[in-house]
């Protein structure tokens, strides 16, 4: 456990604590926190440069908003919802995505007469009762856009150009897209019988999940992840013997975007996705090793009957959710995303015989340096334990701090402050009314010296 020191040879019992964290959810601690934070400043610069502004909808909405959105028959909708009746009797849901509540509150606010285009980003956390499986939590966060208000082929390629910047911003240039479509309501009843007389034949490798899906969504089939579900998946017939005209034509038009923006895809057939709201565009994104197969890092497509399902007008629309848990551990796999993020600037010290003879001025001192450091944007901390300067010095250590200020007797007398510059050891006293602007300097030069 960490934290708990035990002797070399003598084994420590260390109790579980009483409470911990719900099965499938977990914590995220600092050094986490600073690697998901990296990928949030990644996303939110790269929403900034294509133009879409944030929105930000309640975790809990109606369970009928997924029902309806989501559909009736998917594994998200039949299992994986936390459903919970308010006191008042209203039944609401843990949202277990995204897309559906922005189109929601898009409608609820009258977006649509405001502007004919809007588009959106959001990040945050969803909730899905998921069988325990490795890099699926049942709280996890996701990154997503939505462009609302464009049917043409230019929307679905500035959506997957946005995903594909956002990797490359993060050192993840590598990722591989897999397109398909899904074609429209006018399609896919062709579609749906031909899938339900090939699985019909073939019912006998079909599981008892797939038996019943059989009856009520065949759809929902080409996402089981059972093994001879999927051998019979991979012979089924796909969309694209099925596809009409203008379809057929928005496919080919997204394809061409792409190929003049230099965004590289495989076309995937069997590509298909798991809620019931998409209709022609779908994608999604893998790491590129061949490890991350079956891991999308995230996945989107068009839902132009989303709005109308909700009792809107008929708006189209295109967005992706991306999977931050994954794109952390993706990120962390190469090394990447934490230690540049971590660490403080300064660490103001002090030796412990100068807070024991005047306490008072010490910690007065220290903190009018503490705040002048901050009021200069500088992060910085002090001890708060009393512990000797060495100590402190070591605690500066284990923050990564930059720079030390040091607070002695004499320079206290003096109106001084000695700077310690923790990467190389050099130290010289300074003025303490210079201190920020010497300290800014040392930081300069840290960072040219270290190539950022
Ligand atoms: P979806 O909303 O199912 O299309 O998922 C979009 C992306 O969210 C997936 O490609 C994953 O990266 C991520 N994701 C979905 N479910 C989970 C989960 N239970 N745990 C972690 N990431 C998830």
């Not at 996303?43 to 440069?49: A, D, G």
């Not at 939590?137 to 150009?161: H, L, M």
Request: net charge neutral.
């Amino acid at each position: 456990m960490p934290g708990v020191r035990s002797k070399p040879g003598r084994k420590e019992t260390v109790a579980k604590p009483k409470f911990q964290a719900p099965k499938g959810m977990r914590d995220l601690l600092p050094e986490d926190m600073e690697r998901f934070r990296a990928v949030e400043r990644a996303f939110r610069e790269t929403c900034r440069l294509f133009g879409y502004r944030e929105i930000r909808t309640p975790h809990l909405e109606a369970t009928e908003l997924f029902k309806r959105t989501v559909g009736e028959t998917t594994d998200i909708v039949e299992k994986e919802m936390y459903t919970l009746t308010t006191k008042g009797g209203d039944e609401l849901a843990l949202r277990p995505e995204n897309t559906a509540g922005v189109v929601r509150a898009y409608l609820e606010h009258g977006m649509h007469r405001s502007a004919p285009l809007q588009r959106f980003f959001y990040w945050g956390e969803m909730f899905r009762h998921e069988s325990k499986q490795k890099k699926r939590y049942r709280e996890f966060t996701q990154a997503g856009v939505e462009c609302i208000g464009s049917p043409g082929a230019a929307a679905d390629a500035e959506v997957i150009a946005l995903a594909v910047e956002f990797f490359k911003a993060l050192g993840l240039g590598h990722v591989r897209l897999e397109l398909s479509t899904f074609g429209c309501p006018n399609c896919r009843p062709r579609f749906r019988e031909a899938l339900e007389e090939h699985f019909r034949i073939n019912h006998k490798g079909l599981c008892k999940d797939c038996l019943r899906r059989l009856g009520a969504n065949v759809f929902r089939i080409l996402d089981c992840k059972n093994g001879s579900c999927r051998e019979l998946v991979d012979d089924a017939p796909t969309i694209d013997g099925f596809l009409d005209t203008k379809c057929r034509a928005h496919f080919e038009d997204v394809k061409s975007v792409l190929n003049d923006m230099v965004i590289a895809c495989e076309v995937n057939p069997h590509l298909v996705r798991g809620l019931d709201y998409y209709t022609r565009t779908v994608f999604e994104i893998f790491p590129a090793d061949e490890s991350g197969r079956q891991d999308a890092l995230g996945a989107g497509g068009r839902y132009d009957g989303l709005a109308e399902l909700l009792g809107g007008p008929s708006v189209p629309a295109v967005g992706f959710a991306l999977g931050v848990d994954r794109i952390v551990r993706e990120r962390k796999g190469e090394g990447r995303g934490a230690a540049a993020e971590l660490g403080i600037d300064v660490y103001v010290a002090g030796p412990l015989q100068l807070i024991g003879l005047s306490q008072k001025k010490y910690r007065y001192n220290v903190e009018h340096l503490v705040i002048a450091l901050r009021r200069a944007g500088l992060s910085c901390v002090s001890d708060l334990c009393t512990k000797r300067l060495g100590a402190q010095l070591k605690d500066a250590d284990k923050l990564r701090a930059s720079v030390a200020v040091i607070l002695g007797e004499d320079e206290v007398a003096e109106d001084a402050v000695r700077l310690k510059n923790l990467q190389t050891g050099e130290q010289r006293d300074v003025n303490e009314n210079q201190m920020v602007s010497e300290v800014k300097k040392m930081l300069e030069t840290q960072r040219k010296e270290s190539g950022e």
